[in-house]
């Protein structure tokens, strides 16, 4: 497994490649080596895949070290990777997903100016989220993780002429930047307390932290791992930064950037196996963002705005399931919403590059004649997203529901399943706007070109028959494949996972969803979009709308706060700040007035001035000593 | 035999005339002589203690001082030229453009 | 004793040459005075049994630098006149005070010298067969100081890369 | 005592003997340049005119001696004085014999021998530059001033040439004593091994000397008589001499260096020497009746882009035979 380390060089290449020789190679030869590099990478990692299948389950985890990084005392950190299922599975979300957005991405950028710079940026976030991913050690992985927030940053930020798009990625840079803090703060408590920052080092000491400590810790990692995965109240970033193109807001919200945290929290169980509060606090989060989240997403409108918040409310579902130790269900989840909301984002980018990015879902509508290919994947990636039965959603849902009720969590299971009929109604209501009814806008809509619908079809494939990896009652073979990881320090698997599965909670789930279903198609696969509400809903539908005014909630209380520090700040820097530099700046005025005639220009007269140092140099030495 | 420190007085002095010299000259010429005169005083100094001590080194620090004086000379006396050709002058005190 | 003779009269004579380039008017008279020093001064590193470096002495700065001094004044001073040191005077007591501190720093120096213990022990140790001769300065020179030789090589290089760049004839400077 | 009183003695018959030397070199080279172009040349005073340079010496030491108008008096004076005594003072360092036995004293037949003799001569010969540039400077004529600085910019570059030329002898000899030299060569002369640096030599010696084809200081048709235009009387003859004894001195280096020196056989040493200079001084004569001035720009890309180029490869392939080949 020496080998893996390519997986991570050919992106690397392909970025510093299309960085430097963009301009002179040109758009298609750009393409073609950044796009080739994923795609080889993906084979790559499929050969190492296929490879660690050949070995027996227990042997299934390799660590080389390629080079030592930090050698300071005790301390020493190696550049390493680690190869297991976990890391695997997450390689091929990286590859596979992100090698078909890479794909997608030569459709939809084809008339940017920028292509060739487009291309760097995706290979330079591929190489930092593969690095995330693979690294051995908490201080990679928080090089990776740090690559992640700057290269979305560059890519939200991509068009960087729109004043939203700038925000919107300095926001997510922010709040990123945010979590990286807690991350490099759990790191410090780690050196500090262990000594050792490399998972197996960190992970078979956790027993000698104080219970305290090991709180604190898993704390400050959930910190960033509910960062870089929108939870609330973190999550703000994430709808604002659909400003970037759509290949990045699928890259970002479907194969890499947001399930680094799930990535983290699993990655990190053995951690938040020692610190309970902690692991029901990810829990319970994950389960409220998944019901708030996925109310916005209701009543939203931009389509991309809706898709976005489906994502932070499937992120709750994970977040849950990794909160109460179903690691494998949630690792399951995330999977198989990579491939839907992949198959979503590329979808509704598809539809807004026919309809001359028009985002705004009142102004579509009928959509299901013009664009067959997206329709019918379209119709896939929402029914996997809304759980209906038998599509890839409904497995990995009902599995987190499932053993949220079975380890006891009964208000957890309930709130999920309350989410679950919103997601329902959200993602059909999207789906019936877009596509039933009558075309409402004005341009000229179209089926996107075959580069756009070919990964579309691929991602609907999996989206379709992803989930029959893990059937209830039947067979499990992704707890299979992720055993070893999670049975190697205690906390991995819950006891529960074995029960045999709550047929009627599974029903109960499959027909409140079938009821949103046609909840949405009643109410909006009409002609006309209905803009009357009855008056009781309409406040509801105010605050909905808004978001909660979590937006400007945070406005005002961060607002003010930092005013009134920068009020404070700004005092402070008059008077003290500024009186010592422009005291210094006053004294040497002040002195250089008083020298500036003896700089008369006569160099005998600096060499006279010298003369005399000179004279008392030598009188000092040959007198006075 | 002369004491040695005769000559060490002797460099002194020429020293002492070649600093003078540097200051109450104005033609560059005149003060960049003066400063030859300087450096000779000081070899005058090496050598003496080279014998003094009989050590080489000093024979040898001279060698140098004399290449690098050569090598100050071609460029010090270039630049007097380029100076006088395009200011037809040689007056130090005129050259007080950089006056505070 | 001869060279007890010759000293005084090496002595001398670079005395007369040092308060000639002091004084003199004309820089051909200075430099002409500095020449003297020169030849003076490779008198008395004869006499410090440092025949090499007299004969150096002579041959780079009488017989090269100081006509390359020469060549400028003549070359500069052809049908200019002469700077007087009496017209547009501005430095005030410029004069005064430098030789007033030229005296002081010889007074000090000269003092230290005459003070020092290890002058009582000067002359006292005769020279080896070998010291000063070419041989010596040549083993000293290309095995122990090598390296500041070979920085000499460069310092020259660089001397000659500036003169050729000063020398230039360009428009901006070329009448 | 006795060793000073021997130095001022070989130095007192030096001088006679090479102002003699000068005396015959003139009638020479007139006689002979008279041949060389089909006329007697000079031979009215004494038998076939072998008195003409007493009468040529009373005729300067008795004309009127002219000082130019605003000239610098002193360095005006200065400038021959320097000439000639910078050439008379060069020719010490030579040995023009083994060394004698006189009296219970062994004298060597040269004035002084520092163990870097030729360094010194080298020295003394780049002092004789000062009368010319001063002679020029101080004549208050821009004939004279060019004509200095033209003669003085030559012979510095050209010493640059000369200098490296002889290095390669020195490189073979092991030594900078000139009587080392000398007996370096008792069975082989330098000629053969180091005849680069003799032709290089030998071109440089006529460059030094101002002599034709590179007596452009002097070129009569643009600088008249060059540095010494203004020059009268015995002033002229002092820069005459010093030219005359130049020659003879840069003609002994050669043959010193060489040559072989005073090494020859059955015929005493001295005689040798003398007859080996005599040629070099007949090389001059011969040179000045055949061949034309240079142009002033070629005579210096000569020098600079030709002589020392070849005199520094001519040094550094002595180097490495001696320390790799020889060794």
């Known amino acids: 497994m020496q080998d893996a380390i390519g997986i991570l060089l050919l992106p690397a290449l392909g970025s510093l490649i299309a960085a430097v020789f963009g301009r002179a190679l040109g758009r298609k030869a750009t393409s073609y080596i950044t796009v080739g590099a994923m795609a080889a990478a993906f084979l790559w990692t499929v050969s190492v895949v296929w490879r660690l299948l050949a070995l027996p389950p227990a042997q299934r985890s390799f660590d080389p070290v390629y080079w030592q990084w930090i050698h300071a005392g005790a301390l020493q950190v190696h550049f390493g990777l680690l190869i297991d299922p976990l890391s695997a599975t997450f390689l091929l979300i990286v590859t596979g997903i992100g090698f078909l957005i890479h794909l997608y991405s030569i459709g939809y950028m084809e008339g940017d100016p920028n292509f060739q710079r487009f291309f760097s940026y995706l290979n330079l976030f591929a190489l930092a989220m593969l690095l995330l991913v693979t690294a051995d050690n908490f201080l990679f992985l928080l090089v990776g993780w740090g690559g992640v927030g700057v290269a979305s940053y560059l890519l939200i930020g991509f068009w960087h002429t729109r004043p939203s798009a700038v925000t919107a990625a300095r926001k997510a840079l922010v709040l990123n930047v945010a979590g990286d803090v807690g991350i490099m703060l759990a790191l410090f408590i780690l050196v500090m307390t262990l000594g050792r920052v490399s998972y197996a080092g960190v992970f078979s000491h956790v027993s000698s932290l104080t219970s305290l400590q090991v709180e604190l810790v898993a704390f400050l990692l959930y910190l960033g791992a509910a960062a870089k995965s929108a939870q609330f109240p973190l999550h703000v970033w994430l709808p604002d930064a659909m400003e970037g193109p759509t290949p990045v807001s699928a890259l970002i919200h479907a194969a890499t950037m947001v399930t680094a945290g799930v990535y983290l929290v699993a990655r990190a169980y053995p951690i938040f196996h020692a610190a309970p509060v902690a692991a029901e606090w990810v829990a319970g989060i994950g389960a409220f963002t998944a019901l708030f989240a996925a109310t916005i997403a209701i009543v939203q409108n931009d389509i991309k705005r809706v898709i976005a918040y489906s994502t932070v409310s499937q992120l709750g579902y994970m977040f849950l399931a990794v909160g109460i130790s179903a690691y494998a269900a949630g690792i399951f989840h995330l999977t198989m919403h990579a491939f839907f909301k992949a198959l979503l984002f590329l979808g509704a980018g598809s539809v807004i590059h026919a309809l001359s990015n028009e985002q705004d879902m009142r102004k579509m509508g009928g959509l299901k004649k013009y664009m067959p290919i997206t329709y019918w994947t379209f119709l896939i990636g929402a029914a996997a997203n809304a759980g209906v039965p038998l599509f890839s959603g409904f497995f990995s849902k009902d599995a987190i529901l499932g053993q949220a009720l079975a380890s006891g969590h009964f208000w957890l299971w309930l709130v999920g399943v309350v989410a679950a009929f919103f997601s329902a109604l959200y993602i059909f209501r999207l789906f019936f706007l877009v596509f039933h009814g009558k075309y409402r806008g004005d341009a000229h809509p179209h089926e996107s070109p075959p580069v756009m619908t070919v990964p579309l079809v691929v991602l609907s494939i999996g989206a379709l028959l992803g989930g029959y990896v893990a059937v209830p009652g039947a067979w499990n073979l992704f707890d299979q494949w992720l055993q070893p990881v999670f049975s190697r320090y205690p906390g991995g698997i819950l006891p529960a996972a074995a029960a045999a599965p709550n047929w009627g909670a599974i029903a109960l789930t499959s027909v409140i969803v079938l009821a949103a279903v046609y909840v949405a198609w009643r109410y909006f696969a009409g002609d006309v979009v209905r803009e009357e509400l009855p008056a009781a809903l309409r406040p509801i539908h105010k605050v909905l709308y808004n978001k909660y005014y979590i937006d400007e909630l945070g406005h005002a209380v961060f607002v003010w706060t930092v005013d009134r520090l920068a009020i404070l700040a700004d005092l402070f820097d008059r008077v003290v700040v500024d009186g010592i530099g422009m005291g210094m700046a006053r004294l040497v005025w002040g002195w250089g007035e008083a020298l500036s005639p003896y700089e008369s220009g006569y160099i005998r007269r600096y060499g006279l001035a010298v003369l005399i140092g000179g004279v008392c140099v030598v009188a000092f030495l040959t007198l006075v000593q | 035999m002369v004491p040695l420190s005769y000559y060490l007085i002797l460099s002194a002095l020429l020293f002492s005339i070649g600093t003078v010299g540097v200051l109450v000259r104005r033609n560059p010429l005149q003060m960049f002589m003066s400063i030859e005169l300087m450096w000779n005083a000081v070899n005058l100094s090496f050598i003496t203690f080279a014998r003094q001590y009989t050590n080489m080194a000093g024979h040898v620090f001279v060698f140098l001082v004399i290449t690098v004086a050569a090598a100050e000379v071609a460029i010090g006396l270039a630049i007097i030229v380029v100076v006088f050709r395009t200011r037809e002058h040689a007056d130090v005190d005129e050259l007080n453009a950089m006056k505070g | 004793m001869v060279s007890t003779v010759v000293f005084w009269l090496a002595a001398a004579v670079a005395i007369v040459g040092a308060g000639g380039v002091l004084l003199a008017k004309h820089p051909v008279h200075s430099a002409l005075s500095l020449v003297l020093n020169l030849a003076a001064l490779g008198v008395l590193f004869l006499l410090l049994h440092a025949e090499f470096l007299a004969v150096v002495e002579i041959l780079v700065y009488a017989g090269a630098v100081m006509v390359l001094f020469l060549f400028v004044v003549t070359l500069l001073m052809a049908g200019t006149k002469t700077p007087r040191d009496e017209g547009r005077f501005r430095l005030a007591y410029q004069y005064l005070l430098a030789g007033l501190f030229g005296l002081i720093l010889f007074v000090l120096v000269a003092h230290a010298l005459v003070g020092a213990d290890w002058m009582s022990s000067l002359a006292a140790t005769n020279a080896g067969g070998s010291f000063g001769s070419i041989a010596a300065f040549g083993t000293a020179l290309f095995t122990k100081y090598l390296l500041p030789f070979e920085l000499t090589a460069v310092v020259l290089l660089v001397a000659v890369i500036g003169v050729i760049f000063l020398g230039r004839e360009h428009g901006a400077t070329r009448k | ?327």
């Open chain 4, 1 to 327: 005592m006795a060793a000073v009183i021997i130095i001022v003695i070989k130095g007192l018959i030096l001088a006679v003997l090479l102002l003699t030397a000068f005396g015959v070199l003139t009638l020479t080279e007139r006689k002979v340049l008279g041949r060389f172009q089909f006329r007697p040349g000079p031979n009215r005073v004494g038998p076939g005119g072998s008195f003409q340079f007493l009468a040529d010496g009373l005729k300067l030491m008795l004309k009127e001696e002219i000082i130019p108008n605003g000239a610098d008096r002193f360095v005006f004076l200065l400038a021959p004085t320097i000439s000639l005594v910078a050439a008379l003072f060069a020719f010490a360092v030579i040995p023009w014999g083994p060394p004698i036995h006189l009296f219970g004293q062994t004298i060597p037949m040269e004035i002084g021998g520092p163990n870097v003799g030729i360094l010194f001569l080298f020295a003394i010969t780049s002092l004789g530059v000062y009368g010319l540039i001063l002679g020029g400077w101080s004549s208050q004529n821009k004939y004279s001033l060019l004509g200095g600085l033209r003669s003085s910019a030559q012979i510095i570059s050209y010493e640059l040439a000369m200098g490296l030329s002889v290095v390669g002898v020195l490189i073979a000899a092991g030594s900078a004593d000139l009587n080392n030299i000398v007996s370096a060569q008792t069975n082989l002369w330098f000629i053969v091994p180091q005849i680069i640096g003799f032709l290089i030599y030998v071109v440089c010696m006529v460059a030094e000397t101002n002599r034709a084809p590179f007596d452009l200081p002097e070129a009569e048709n643009e600088l008249v008589a060059g540095y010494h235009t203004e020059y009268t009387g015995m002033k002229f003859a002092m820069f005459f001499m010093a030219e005359y004894i130049n020659m003879v001195t840069v003609s002994s280096l050669a043959t010193t260096l060489f040559l072989g020196g005073w090494h020859g056989p059955w015929l005493p040493p001295e005689i040798w020497f003398i007859i080996k200079v005599a040629a070099f001084m007949f090389f001059f004569i011969w040179l000045r009746a055949t061949l034309p001035r240079l142009r002033y720009d070629r005579l210096m890309a000569f020098g600079w882009k030709v002589l020392l180029p070849v005199a520094l490869a001519n040094a550094l392939a002595t180097a490495v035979w001696v320390s790799v080949v020889a060794r």
